[in-house]
């Protein structure tokens, strides 16, 4: 189990809670296991009155006084285990809480590279499955384990001052049932993992289904989605049965197991007192309490041992995780230069490490402050991958990309990227109000500012005509934007950073030709102070640009301003005349 030594610097953390969770269950114990002491006083209290050893009335009278004991020292129990449960238990959701943040702090370090090999719902459920697991054992686990221990001993304790062969007599039948249930623990626990994975198949195709619901119904796939869903639906039914049947046995065990360990009780201590070996017949009432009293810890057993094991199995997959380094460092966390916006690659070549698609070969080009480029080529010729380097989301291995005249991997990656204004290809909006949305690129600005950039995106019209405007919700519980209300927002989020550098990858592409040429009027005042880099496959985009880089397979195949280029054979020129006799045509 060394894989939840991980969890040592928390319960370090949390000793005093952990102390005084011990402490409390050591002090919660002494009061419960009295009171089946008190039981048997009482019973030979009883005895004593037939035998004429005390009178009636005395006898009534310390039968009341061992009822009130034994009320009094049932209520101390009872607030003390309540107390042992608040305080370990919160100790555990303290913990959770804190591993929570640490996972996520972990996944938000790092790169791209990492998501690309995980898998969506793999990296959630470490967040919550994982956690929770781990939260069981810190908790439940380590409780029932420090209740369990305390209470075998001081039960095994108080029973061997009574009577030694007693005590052997009733622990005997105990570890071998103890095997049994912890068998059928472990059976239990098999079959329900296999009843969640099933759970998960069903609910991960249901939630499959809703978000592929139009093309569904487009394709009108209903009637064997029905039949998957069934089939899936029925395993999950068959497993969950399977569960039910194996967690029928628990019962009727414990039952078995009381029951043996009572009646050897009965037996051995019945024959005991015709012997004369014990004095009353209320130490054998006092013992089949502390049997019943030792079952259900010792049931737990095998319970307490599968919550550790998936614990450990989930504190293994998390520190896989938490000790995985992001590739992408920041070597200058400390240093404060502002950015100014001076961009020059040189003889840049990058290849992706998964496809091992080299996506550009030896780019060289620069950029003062405050100029703008355009790169236009075919698409998959590297034009958003100059973007994601420039931004650091990979490192090159061959090259330089300088920023300021200063490597990007000699400055603080936080200060490069808050230098930068990104609008992607795809617009990515989160369920939240498009304030908030659009807020997202400064979280201290006004709402006139807010209102101000949705204008110049020429996006305000549209968000006015909604009932609720800037409050409108978006996402799965609001509406839904069309694709080039989605890139004004996101454009205007861009406007609204006002960062020293503006990214733009095709951000247009879904906006029609009139709003474009709006836009992109607006863009020239906003980025005059700015640099820019304008990714499109448009050349009304690209006409304004200082310079305009032409990409083909990775590679720079012309450059130049708009007017050299449309008087030199190629691509640029091409697509210029193409794009002319469209608009003609429109
Ligand atoms: N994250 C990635 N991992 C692996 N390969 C990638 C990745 N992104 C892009 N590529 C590959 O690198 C090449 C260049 O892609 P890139 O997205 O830079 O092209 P693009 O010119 O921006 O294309 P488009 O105009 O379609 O957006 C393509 O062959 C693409 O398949």
């Known amino acids: 189990m060394k894989e939840l030594q991980y969890l040592n610097k928390y319960f370090i953390k949390y000793k005093y809670h ?77 913990v959770e809480f804190d591993l929570k943040n640490e996972v996520f702090k972990h996944y938000e370090q790092l790169d791209l590279n990492f998501y690309k090999r995980n898998r969506t719902g793999d990296l959630m459920s470490r967040i919550s499955e994982d956690v929770s697991k781990v939260r069981m054992y810190v908790g439940p686990a380590v409780m029932y384990t420090i209740n369990t221990t305390i209470r075998f001993s001081l039960v095994i304790i108080y029973m061997y001052n009574v009577s030694p062969k007693l005590t052997w007599y009733t622990i005997i039948p105990l570890p071998i049932l103890a095997i049994v249930i912890f068998y059928v623990s472990v059976e239990i626990n098999k079959k329900s993992t296999i009843f969640q994975q099933y759970l998960s198949k069903v609910s991960s195709f249901s939630q499959e289904i809703f978000s592929g619901l139009r093309v569904i119904k487009a394709y009108a796939l209903e009637p064997q989605n029905q039949e998957r869903m069934e089939a899936l639906a029925y395993e999950s039914k068959t497993k969950s049965m399977s569960l039910s049947k194996t967690q029928a046995l628990f019962g009727p065990l414990m039952i078995t197991l009381i029951g043996v360990s009572s009646l050897v009780v009965i037996y051995i201590g019945g ?205 799965e519980r609001g509406i839904t934007l069309s694709g080039g209300q989605k890139q004004r927002v996101s454009i205007a989020r861009a406007i609204i950073k006002n960062p020293k550098i503006m990214l733009l990858d095709d951000c247009l592409s879904a906006v029609d030709t009139e709003t474009e040429e709006k836009i992109l009027q607006n863009l020239i005042n906003i980025t005059q102070s700015k640099t820019t880099i304008i990714v499109s496959h448009r050349v009304p985009s690209a006409k304004n640009a200082d310079k305009i880089l032409i990409l083909e397979d990775g590679q720079i195949i012309q450059e130049g301003t708009h007017n050299q280029l449309i008087n030199t054979e190629g691509y640029y020129k091409e697509l210029y005349y193409k794009q002319l006799s469209e608009k003609e045509i429109e």
């Open 271 to 475: 024959k005991m007192y015709i012997d004369g070996e014990i004095k009353s017949v209320g130490t054998i009432a006092e013992f089949i309490l502390y049997v019943n009293m030792l079952t259900w810890p010792v049931a737990s057993i095998g319970w307490v041992s599968s919550l550790i094991q998936e614990a450990s199995a989930s504190q293994k997959r998390l520190n896989e995780f938490l000790n995985t380094e992001p590739e992408i460092k920041n070597l200058a966390p400390n240093d404060t230069t502002a950015i100014q916006g001076k961009i020059e690659f040189k003889n840049v070549t990058f290849t992706y490490s998964d496809t091992q698609i080299t996506a550009l070969k030896n780019i060289s080009f620069s950029l003062n402050v405050g100029e703008t480029l355009a790169i236009l080529g075919k698409t998959g010729s590297g034009k958003s991958t100059i973007l994601s380097l420039l931004t650091r989301q990979y490192d090159i291995e061959k090259g330089e990309i300088n920023l300021d005249n200063t490597n990007i991997r000699s400055l603080n990656l936080q200060n490069l990227r808050q230098a930068i204004g990104i609008v992607p290809q795809d617009a990515f909006l989160f369920s939240d109000t498009i304030e908030n949305n659009i807020k997202f690129g400064n979280e201290n600005a006004p709402f006139n500012m807010i209102e101000d950039a949705a204008k110049k995106a020429e996006v305000h019209h549209n968000i006015m005509q909604f009932n609720q405007q800037y409050q409108t919700v978006l996402g």
């Open 18 to 94: 952990f102390l005084l969770g011990v402490i409390i269950t050591i002090v919660a114990q002494f009061f419960s296991l009295y009171t089946p002491k008190l039981i048997g006083e009482s019973i030979k209290v009883i005895e004593d009155t037939l035998n004429n050893t005390i009178t009636s009335s005395q006898a009534k009278d310390l039968l009341v006084v061992k009822i009130l004991k034994i009320i009094g020292f049932t209520l101390v129990a009872g607030i003390l285990t309540f107390l042992m449960r608040q305080t370990l238990i919160v100790m555990s959701r303290h």
